[in-house]
């Protein structure tokens, strides 16, 4: 029996990056040598097993054969004459169709080593065509190597797959992994761009890909484009390292301008309130986990709050806070105020780039929060045993006075009519 290194730990070996973890490839063994030789078998649909010391994973060389739609009509057939190439060839691309030996001697059939110099992503064989989550792999793996583009000829096969109708075929579950792991790469536009070029975007988030095209007013977005716009916002959400639910929250911050009549163009007023609706349907459709679904609803709703928060009176921004429910969830009140310097940084176009622009609204906003969080509810409450009903208006007058004191904004005049 020999064992080879493939995939990832491979190419990323070769490109000169830091390898997480390595995957095997056995041949010329079967389940039985495994055991005996102290592997645990884990694999639930082909035999996969674990090192007994390092605990990573050993898949005995398989085929795969389709035999039904989606990505789990799969036939796989193991068996000890299987060889090192039939196994290379299953797989989705050729940059990750290469083996290395214990010796340390390639075996690259497919000529991966020379698309990784040329930075290409390539299929491997028309198989390809016959898993849709192979789409999403290429879009996550262009957000992870920027670089790189998709062949042609790859392109064209995603293509004919999206009409064909295989990516409808995709469980959500398996959507939102790929999406959200390329969300947390370092280029996540890269991942929208693939998507787009071969048309899955449109079936899996159309209500994120029709926002290019849709025009925004050029003095506060030089880049005009929404799209644009979203690719601009995520990157930019990338560079800072941010975490997921912010990431995807700003994502999702405009769906809103996607439904504004033409003729309203580049007016969008009213796409928050707008935009709830289509991310709540975004987010049921994908499964996405409350976390990242309350944030980008939240951000959706409340991010030209957060931009004109200087412009607020304090009675409005403690309003803000109660609808946020920053009082009980301040973290992720932290959260929508990134979201939203994201939102209000990814404008970079050819008359005019915000993206060093200060943004002020954040310190304002968390000083204001810090001074009606400091207001003790409990005992304005006890205070009001008597009068139950009081209670709300009288805490939230309390908070608008701290956040007027913070603010040193003393003299405003505290008059509820206008919000
Ligand atoms: P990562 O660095 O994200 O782990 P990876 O390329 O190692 O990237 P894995 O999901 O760990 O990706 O898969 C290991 C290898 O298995 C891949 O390099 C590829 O050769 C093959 N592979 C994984 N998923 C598929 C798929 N859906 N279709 C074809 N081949 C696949
Ligand atoms: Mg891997």
């Keep these: 029996m020999k064992t080879y290194v493939v995939g990832g730990a491979v190419r990323d070996e070769l490109l000169g990056l830091p390898v997480k973890d390595h995957d095997h490839v056995v041949v ?11 592997f645990r078998a884990v694999g639930k649909d082909f035999p996969v097993f674990l090192h007994p010391a390092t605990q990573e994973e050993y898949a005995l060389a398989r085929t795969e054969r389709k035999t039904a739609p989606g990505y789990k009509g799969f036939v796989f057939h193991t068996a000890a004459d299987v060889t090192l190439e039939q196994d290379l060839v299953r797989r989705d691309l050729t940059v990750n169709a290469i083996a290395r030996a214990e010796d340390g ?24 065509a016959e898993d849709p989550v192979r789409i999403l792999r290429v879009a996550r793996f262009a957000a992870r190597y920027p670089e790189f583009t998709v062949a042609p000829e790859t392109n064209a096969l995603m293509r004919r797959m999206v009409d064909e109708g295989e990516v409808d075929a995709l469980v959500p579950e398996r959507v939102w992994q790929e999406l959200s792991r390329g969300l947390m790469e370092q280029k996540p536009s890269r991942m929208l761009q693939v998507l787009r070029d071969c048309g899955a975007l449109a079936r899996i ?13 050029e003095k506060w977005h030089p880049e005009v484009d929404t799209g644009i716009h ?11 390292e941010l975490e997921l639910p912010v990431r995807f929250a700003a994502l999702l911050h405009d769906l809103g301008k996607g439904v504004t009549p033409a003729d309203k163009w580049p007016a969008h007023h009213g796409h928050e309130g707008l935009g709830v609706a289509l991310v ?42 109660e609808r946020a429910d920053a009082f009980r969830k301040p973290a992720r009140f932290l959260q929508l105020l990134q979201a939203t310097e994201c939102d ?26 810090a001074a009606a969080r400091a207001v003790n509810a409990g005992e304005i409450a006890l205070g009001l045993a008597e009068q139950p009903q009081r209670i ?20 405003e005049p505290d008059d509820d009519s206008v919000d």
Aim: aromatic share 6%.
């Design 28 to 38: 010329g063994a079967t389940p039985e040598q495994m055991v005996a030789q102290g």
């Design 280 to 321: 709540k349907e975004v987010c049921a459709r994908l499964k996405v986990p409350t976390e990242c679904r309350d944030l980008a609803v939240l951000t959706a709703r409340e991010h030209g709050n957060v931009a004109r928060a200087l412009e607020l009176r304090c009675r409005t921004v403690v309003k803000l806070f």
């Design 230 to 240: 979203m690719e601009q916002v995520v990157d930019y959400a990338a560079s800072q």
């Design 205 to 217: 988030v159309p209500e994120l890909d029709c926002l290019w095209g849709v025009p925004q007013p």
């Design 105 to 128: 001697t390639l075996t690259d059939p497919f000529d991966g080593q020379g698309d990784i110099a040329r930075r290409v992503f390539r299929h491997v064989s028309d198989a390809f």
């Design 344 to 369: 209000a940084r990814g404008r970079i176009g050819p008359s005019g780039s915000f993206a060093d622009t200060p943004f002020p609204q954040r310190a304002h906003l968390e000083k204001a929060l």
């Design 392 to 411: 709300p208006d009288m805490v939230r007058n309390a908070r608008v006075r701290a956040v007027q004191a913070a603010l040193a904004r003393g003299d």
